[in-house]
């Protein structure tokens, strides 16, 4: 299990981010995608505590980051879903929480992964991010997770418990 | 442990109760009941936290100074071998679905023509089940081998994979050929109906290509009833409406609505070749305060629905005058 837990972890992400990038885009609404890599790290947050969607939100960010065709500095996913790991991770009511309090979270967590990645990039004056375009994906996007997460993060959080059975202590 | 000595014997035996709770309090606290692990937790929280957010900044600042060719560059292209093909991949198992979507919009639209076309539609409907997508896609190869016919340019055809989302705030695709077609960096990406982008990197069978429309593009652009020259900046939007403002080099020239702007060419056809239509002037402004105008040009190629594109990778010059103007041009 050493090493296979890590393996299904990385399969996962990948999964994750090909989906995102190669499927979801042909669901886009004004080109908004829904963030399937966010709910996945909110789910191992809420199952698994902040400190594991933190490192997850990294290293999921960083593929979101570098898989094609993005081309914005490299990071900025990774900062805003390792924010989003924490957040959920501190907001989290343990593993059977009410639903509406997950949805709360991706709610919240969505915000401020969408916000830090498009404050990073007004930060960094890179290029088609000022606060109007900001503005208009901003709902869109959370809404659009919201949305979704009725399909994805039960699954998701199913496949986190079933990853690591030892309950973590709250 | 005071409490212990306490100097009233009516005070002590009501206090030997709180004594021994507070005992077990402290041994639970000693064996991890329940404060010792949360604060653990936290540590541990804070420690994935502060190297999440130090790992991610140091990526920001390497990649932010070191563009375009920063140490990042590397790791984009070893995700583009993983992701690439998983994106194609992903994209060949969905296209049927995503086609039949598409079929079902086209035929939406013909029945609104449907009195014109009443007697036709029993033969349309029977060749849109044959396929009316793969009859356009069809078309699409054979308007973008007349290219290569007309401009002697050679062309590697590729489909879109993936489209990068408006969250992304760019505006750039992902397109199933790569260096082992033939697909370079830097290189022109047309379609059917004119300039598309450029390639910003190429794996082994995929590439990424920056479109005009993004926010980052300038292509060189001229026009062609005046031959005036100018810059083409994509204003980056991130819906249907996505289009060029063209800066005139010449601040004199007046561009006139319906002008056709072709490519000006860069040195040695990379990243743009010449004489590539890009698109028609829709709107001609004053600019504030000097004498010059921008113009607002809608481009040829429809950008929210790409699909059949092809890559020059020949660059041969065309004949005409455009091949001597890039010379003398950059």
Sequence with gaps: MIVIRPLITLLLVLVTVTVQVGLFTKLSIAGVVPDLALLLVVAAAIVRGPAYGTVLGLFAGLAVDLAPPADGIAGRWALALALAGWLAGQARGGARQPAVATVATVAVSSLAATSVYALSGLVLSEPGIDVASTLEVLPIALLYDVAITPLVVPLAMLVWRWLDPTPVRW | ?330
């Design chain 2, 1 to 330: 442990m005071s409490l212990l000595r306490s100097p009233s014997r009516g005070a002590a035996t009501s206090l030997v109760r709180p004594i021994k709770l507070s005992r077990t309090t402290r041994s639970r606290a000693r064996t991890g009941q329940p404060l010792g692990p949360d604060r653990d937790q936290n540590r541990q929280t804070r420690t994935a936290l502060a190297i999440s957010v130090l790992v991610a900044l140091t990526l920001m600042a390497v990649d932010a100074t070191g563009r375009p060719n920063s140490a990042v560059e590397p790791l984009r292209i070893g995700a583009a071998e993983v992701f690439g093909p998983l994106e194609a991949g992903a994209d060949a198992a969905v296209r049927p679905v995503t086609d039949l979507a598409s079929l079902l919009v086209h035929s939406r639209e013909l029945q609104a023509d449907n009195t014109r076309l009443t007697d036709e539609n029993a033969g349309l409907r029977a060749e849109l089940a044959t396929g009316e997508v793969d009859r356009n896609r069809l078309a699409e190869y054979d308007a973008l081998a007349g290219i290569t016919d007309r401009t002697g340019f050679k062309l590697v055809n590729a489909q879109v994979v993936a489209i990068g989302p408006a969250q992304a705030f760019r505006r750039t695709v992902t397109i199933n050929a790569g260096t082992a077609e033939g697909v370079k960096k830097d290189r022109t990406v047309v379609n059917a109906a004119g300039l598309v982008g450029r390639v910003l990197r190429a794996g082994r069978h995929t590439a990424t290509v920056l479109l005009v429309i993004d926010a980052g593009s300038v292509v060189g652009g001229r026009l062609d009833r005046s031959m005036e020259l100018g810059f083409l900046r994509g204003n980056g939007s991130l819906g249907a409406d996505g289009r060029l403002v063209l800066d005139l080099v010449d601040p004199d020239s007046v561009p006139v609505n319906g002008d056709t702007i072709v490519t000006w060419g860069s040195r040695g056809g990379s990243p743009y070749v010449p004489g590539v239509p890009v698109g028609t002037v829709r709107e001609v402004q004053a600019k504030a305060g000097d004498q010059s105008v921008t113009a607002t040009v809608e481009p040829f190629a429809d950008m929210t629905s790409l699909d059949v594109v092809g890559v020059v990778t020949g660059t041969r010059q065309p004949r005409g005058t455009s091949g001597g103007a890039v010379g003398g041009a950059q």
